[in-house]
């Protein structure tokens, strides 16, 4: 079984980085796609980015693409979120997950991380 620890979260103000780290443990085929998530207070989770482990071009959501990067190290089964010119509405509780195949639906994806806090200050 997949388990997920992220980190790097904290305040930050308008315009600064943060670059969120997830810990994979237990990695199988079944957790072929790593994703990045984010859940606003009253919000919907919506994704954010992913990346396959073999390879292959990451995926971003609209709002984010160009500012934030999703990048993978396998020697270390760690995926990371460097987030740059971050806005106040990147406000969010962030989440880590994987799954068995490429798509932004979070119901696809079967393994969570416990998420970890992003403030951005105006």
């Known amino acids: 079984q997949v388990q997920l620890v992220e980190s790097g979260g904290g305040l930050v103000q308008a315009g600064g980085s943060l670059r969120l780290s997830c810990a994979a443990s237990?990695?199988?085929?079944?957790?072929?796609?790593m994703g990045w998530f984010r859940q606003a207070p009253g919000k919907e989770r919506d994704f954010v980015a992913g990346?396959?482990?073999?390879?292959?071009?990451?995926y971003y959501a609209d709002s984010v693409r160009g500012r934030f990067t999703i990048s993978r190290d396998n020697a270390k089964n760690t995926v990371y979120l460097q987030m740059n010119s971050l806005k106040p509405e990147d406000t969010a509780v962030y989440y880590c997950?994987?799954?068995?195949?490429?798509?932004?639906?979070?119901?696809?994806?079967?393994?969570w991380g416990q998420g970890t806090q992003v403030t951005v200050s105006s």
């Open positions: 990346i396959t482990w073999s390879g292959g071009s990451p």
């Open positions: 237990g990695r199988t085929l079944s957790s072929n796609v």
């Open positions: 997950a994987a799954g068995p195949r490429v798509t932004r639906v979070a119901s696809v994806y079967d393994v």
